[in-house]
């Protein structure tokens, strides 16, 4: 083996470094896709993968199998034999039918709620429908601009009347904690549309972090690039620390990487950007972007931030995905801080940040410059320069 290794994850949110010592065998086994009918389908919608340092066809198996069992549960497209699961759920949306569900699925819907209500409706689960009005434009030709934004105002105003407020939520998603059911209302005559797909990958990488934690050896498992852990020390490091580079966000960097961190064992990371999904339209002469992460109150997406990266020894990765979405609909620093120390109060956790904010000028957005706001556990932990397009580091105590 080389000296320097690098494995390169697909979509190069995240990125695993290794400086290696020993001569360890790498093993990286990605979850396969399948055919439902005649459409291909990645668990999740993504690639899913665990690296090990020893040849285990057992573990690769039941990882597989996990990934694969908690991702059809929350699979909103499509129906499985024998399971029911979100597309069940949102299917029956004011038929008063009370489904039932898996113990996994009832406790990832309780999440779900408790986080919609935590955050303030920053992250909402009941926003599958408006969700669903933007995909077409996402699927699109990144090369494309629209000539103004299309979709119509009455369109969308009517999508977003067809969402609860998160004060109410438990109104019209109930929930029996005895007989693990589901009984999803309409909400103002229209029917409310779970998604779950801000929170399905660290919900499902969690379930895998806790069987892999049971084995007492070293793995990192990761989905998308944008939710993984790291399981105990780094065999083939020096200083047994997981080194993990951070995509640089802007659009046209000469550079790849915002930084790269050396993180301790048991460690999860969640990150959320707006560089994958989006699309650009004109509006009085400027390019505008439109991007994934949605607020419900307006029915657009914001553009306080381009990256938030959370990394965390004790917090779970469903509830740092969460987190990691919600801060994309906070307004200002004082905001995003007040919001981490709601969640962190709640679950007794840690959570350190790294938040990547585009610089504005008259309303413009400057896409390729930005400030970057980190903890100071984050910052301390980072092992490089920051890209250069980063114009000033402000790091909080």
Not at 19 to 32: A, L
Not at 193 to 210: E, P, R, W
Request: with cysteine.
């Amino acid at each position: 083996m080389k000296n320097k290794s690098i494995l390169i994850l697909l979509l190069s949110s995240l990125t695993l470094f290794s400086c290696t010592t020993n001569n360890y065998q790498v093993y990286e086994y990605d979850v396969n896709g399948f055919f439902i009918d005649d459409e291909f389908v990645f668990p999740m919608n993504t690639l899913t993968k665990v690296k090990s340092y020893q040849k285990d066809d057992e573990m690769f198996a039941i990882f597989e199998d996990m990934v694969k069992k908690n991702s059809a549960e929350v699979d909103r497209y499509h129906t499985y034999e024998g399971i029911n699961n979100l597309k069940t759920i949102n299917d029956s949306c004011g038929k008063n039918e009370k489904i039932k569900v898996s113990d996994d699925l009832f406790e990832l819907l309780s999440l779900a709620i408790e986080y919609t209500k935590l955050s303030e409706g920053k992250f909402n689960l009941a926003m599958g429908s408006l969700i669903d009005l933007y995909s077409p434009y996402f699927s699109s030709s990144k090369d494309m601009v629209y000539d103004c934004f299309p979709i119509e105002d009455e369109l969308l105003n009517n999508v977003i009347s067809s969402i609860p407020n998160y004060s109410d939520i438990e109104n019209y998603i109930v929930l029996d904690e005895e007989n693990k059911t589901v009984l999803l209302n309409k909400y103002n005559d229209e029917n409310v549309v779970i998604s779950l797909g801000a929170i399905a990958k660290g919900f499902v990488m969690q379930k895998c972090y806790d069987y892999l934690q049971t084995l007492n050896k070293p793995y990192l498992i990761d989905a998308g690039s944008s939710t993984m852990a790291c399981i105990n020390e780094n065999p083939i490091s020096s200083n047994k620390k997981w080194s993990i580079a951070f995509k640089d966000p802007s659009i046209n960097t000469p550079e790849m990487y915002l930084c790269n961190v050396h993180l301790n064992k048991n460690v999860k990371i969640s990150t959320s950007g707006d560089y994958l999904q989006n699309f650009s339209y004109l509006k009085d002469n400027i390019i505008y972007k439109e991007h994934h992460i949605l607020d419900f109150n307006t029915g657009k997406s914001n553009h306080y931030l381009r990256n938030a990266s959370l990394i965390s020894y004790d917090a779970s990765l469903t509830m740092l995905d969460a987190l990691s979405t919600a801060l994309f609909n906070c307004n200002s620093a004082s905001s995003r801080l007040k919001l981490i120390n709601v969640f962190e109060e709640r679950y007794n956790c840690h959570i350190d940040y790294c938040f990547v904010i585009p610089k504005t000028a008259n309303g413009n957005i400057d896409y390729d410059t930005y400030y970057l706001e980190l903890s100071s556990s984050f910052a301390s932990s980072v092992v490089n320069q920051y890209s250069k397009n980063a114009i000033e580091i402000i790091i909080n105590k």
